[in-house]
């Protein structure tokens, strides 16, 4: 479970880097990098579910809160 999270919080944080550059640039990275067709369909799906497997593990399991002794 642990190499899920880790590779769910790189897909979050890399597909946060494609929004701001098209959002600041107007340039989409991977559409640039991998045309159009399926294969950015299946990275924009990666990082969706990424996404949820990262807001899902916030909730139930809160790695951000102090344990109390």
Not at 10 to 37: Q, Y
Not at 42 to 64: D, E, N, Q, R, S
Request: charged share 5%.
């Amino acid at each position: 479970m642990k190499i899920t999270s880790i590779i769910s919080f790189v897909l979050v944080i890399i597909g946060a880097l494609v929004w701001l550059t098209v959002g600041l640039f107007g340039f989409n990275p991977v559409s640039a990098l991998l045309g159009a067709g399926v294969i950015p369909r299946i990275i924009y799906v990666l990082v969706g579910l990424a996404g949820l497997w990262v807001l899902f593990f916030t909730l139930m399991y809160k790695p951000f809160t102090k344990v109390k002794n």
